[in-house]
């Protein structure tokens, strides 16, 4: 059974950084694209970026372009979303995600002086 685990969030400052951690297990994840989303109470949830197998990463919000990356270490079965120059508009939970409906339980990010 796929499970994904996120990690790493937490408070933090405007401008300031985190790293978050998706570790995954019960699959190959060196096969799939990962995706990062975020949601805050009575919004939809939003795609962040997909962390593809190989090359940039895609379908990467406008709101987070040059500021948010991902990337991967396949073989410790870990992909990962790196934030720079957060902003208060970045609070929210993120969860990494695979195709077929597969989610961890998130982890809260808050931007706050």
């Known amino acids: 059974q796929p499970r994904l685990v996120e990690s790493g969030g937490g408070l933090v400052q405007p401008g300031g950084s985190l790293r978050l951690s998706c570790e995954t297990s019960?699959?190959?994840?060196?096969?799939?694209?990962i995706n990062w989303y975020r949601q805050t109470p009575g919004k939809e949830r939003e795609l962040v970026l997909s962390?593809?197998?190989?090359?940039?990463?895609?379908n990467v919000a406008n709101s987070v372009k040059g500021r948010f990356t991902g990337s991967r270490e396949d073989d410790w079965n870990t992909v990962y979303l790196q934030m720079n120059n957060l902003k208060p508009d970045d609070t929210a939970v993120y969860y990494c995600?695979?195709?077929?409906?597969?989610w961890g339980p998130g982890t809260q990010v808050t931007v706050s002086s």
């Open positions: 995600n695979r195709v077929g409906n597969y």
């Open positions: 019960g699959f190959t994840l060196s096969l799939y694209t």
């Open positions: 962390v593809s197998r190989s090359g940039p990463d895609l």
